[in-house]
C-alpha cells in the first residue's frame, strides 16, 4: 500500500509533514509513505529543504495521494509541465487534498459537484474555480478528501489510515501522536470529523 503526499516549493511543512508523521505510525509490512514533488529538492515556506522520496509521475501511480499546500499553489496550477504529470484518478486511488492544494484538485476537474474545505486565504480562489467552499476542517465524497486548516492535516491521514486499515489502525495512529493528558479527546475528535465519510463497510 503506497501512499504519497505531493509537495512544491513553497510547501507549509505541517500540511506535509503531520500528515507523514502519523501515516508512517502504520508499521503493516508493505505499507510505504512517500514524499513527492517536481525537483529532485524542494524548499518550504519556511526555508526548510527537503528532498523527495519519488517523481510526481510516480505518485500518480500510487494508492492514495495526498496534495499538499503552499505558497505558489496559484503558480504551480499554471505550469504545464507540472499538472501534465498528476494523472489522478479517484475511480482507483483515495485521494486527499490540504489547504490549498483544492486549488490543484480543481484544475485537474476532480471537484466538480464536490464541496470542498480549504483554508480561508485560499477561499476565495477556490470558490472563483467553481467549487462550493465549506466553513468546516474536513469533507469527504467517495475517494475524495479535502482538509482546511494546517492543522486539519491530521484529518485526512486519520481518514485514509480508516479507508486503508480500518478505524482501529487510525485511532492507534493518533493516539501514539496525540498530546500526553488529551490523547482520547484527540482521537475522538478525529473519529468525530471522518466518521459520516467513511463507506458503510469500513470497519468503525
Known sequence: MHIS??????????DSLIALGILNRI?????????A??????????GV???????????SQADAVIVGSGMKTRDIIQDPEIMSQLQLDPSRQLI??????????ARLGLLSNIPACT???????????????LN???????????????????YLAFWLIARLQGTEAAKEAMHYVAPVGEKEAYVQRAMNNIVNYLPDNTDV
Open 37 to 46: 514533488a517536481p525537483t529532485a529538492q524542494v524548499t518550504s515556506m519556511n
Open 119 to 133: 483554508d480561508l486565504t485560499t477561499k476565495p480562489w477556490v470558490q472563483e474555480a467553481g467549487v462550493e467552499v
Open 49 to 59: 529543504t527537503m528532498h523527495r522520496h519519488i517523481s510526481l509521475s510516480e505518485a
Open 96 to 105: 486527499g487534498a490540504q489547504c490549498s492544494g483544492a486549488l490543484i484538485l
Open 136 to 154: 468546516q476542517a474536513f469533507f469527504a465524497q467517495d475517494s475524495i478528501a479535502t482538509a482546511g486548516g494546517c492543522l486539519a492535516s491530521q
Open 27 to 35: 508499521q503493516t509490512p508493505g505499507w510505504r509513505v512517500t514524499i
Open 5 to 14: 503526499i505531493l509537495s512544491f516549493d513553497a510547501f507549509n511543512e505541517l
